[in-house]
């Protein structure tokens, strides 16, 4: 990777996520962080993914929640309804810490809504009875 300041380009390589290929992307980066020039995937999935990386990355986060009353499981698996910020992840996860879910709980069922201020939904991913 090369250094980035005023005037000079800087490269960044990312593993693409898209597929289970995992292309090696290079990105070069202009002075004003705009994608110049792209190499590496081996699809157009990986040119918007890398795209995006670089521009404002995003995560889904998944995890698991105490399934209260539940006769059938202790937790529920659920996850962000959307990708959120990448930096706004470790907020979510401690927003969760403190979430339980009420059986019976389905598949889709909004567990949490607007976590950590992010505007997305946490949904059950697992049935809990």
Known sequence: MGAGGAGKKSDKVLTCIR???GCR?????????EVEALSGNACPRGDSYARAEVAAP?????TTVPAD???DVARVAVKTAREVPKDAVLD???????????APV?????VARDVAGTGVDIVATSRAR
């Open 58 to 62: 995003v995560r889904m986060v998944t």
């Open 69 to 71: 009353g539940a006769r």
């Open 25 to 33: 992307i290079t990105v070069a980066l202009g002075a004003d962080g």
């Open 92 to 102: 979510v996860v401690r927003a969760l810490a403190d979430v339980r879910a009420t």
């Open 106 to 110: 389905e598949i889709g069922d909004v």
């Open 19 to 21: 597929c289970p290929r």
